[in-house]
């Protein structure tokens, strides 16, 4: 069974930082590249990275270049969202997911297991 847990959110003002965890279990973890989405109150989920366990090549929403940080640490399965310069708008519940096949994809349906979210609030 795979299991995905996100942690780390909370409430911080503009320009704060925040950094979530997403602790993962389960079989054949290291082939299958993992993401962060996030979905704002009355919008579509939307991609924000992604990270390839093998090497660590990530790929950024623009959105967040510059800003955000993805890394991971092999030994614990755990990914990590560093947020740097956070802006109101941003305020989400994030979603790491693991991707269905090798390659990592902007897209959530190209997802399969999903963990329950962490609410990041950015107060003005």
């Known amino acids: 069974q795979v299991q995905l847990v996100e942690s780390g959110g909370g409430l911080v003002q503009a320009g704060g930082s925040l950094r979530l965890s997403c602790a993962a279990s389960g079989r054949t973890f290291s082939i299958y590249p993992m993401a962060w989405f996030r979905q704002a109150p009355g919008k579509e989920r939307e991609f924000v990275t992604a990270?390839?366990?093998?090497?660590?090549?990530?790929g950024y929403a623009d959105s967040v270049k510059g800003r955000f940080t993805n890394s991971r640490d092999n030994a614990k399965n755990t990914v990590y969202l560093q947020m740097n310069s956070l802006k109101p708008e941003e305020t989400a519940v994030y979603y790491c997911a693991r991707s269905r096949g090798v390659s990592w994809s902007r897209y959530q349906y190209d997802y399969d297991y999903w963990g329950q979210g962490t609410q990041v609030t950015v107060s003005s």
């Open positions: 990270i390839k366990w093998s090497d660590g090549i990530t």
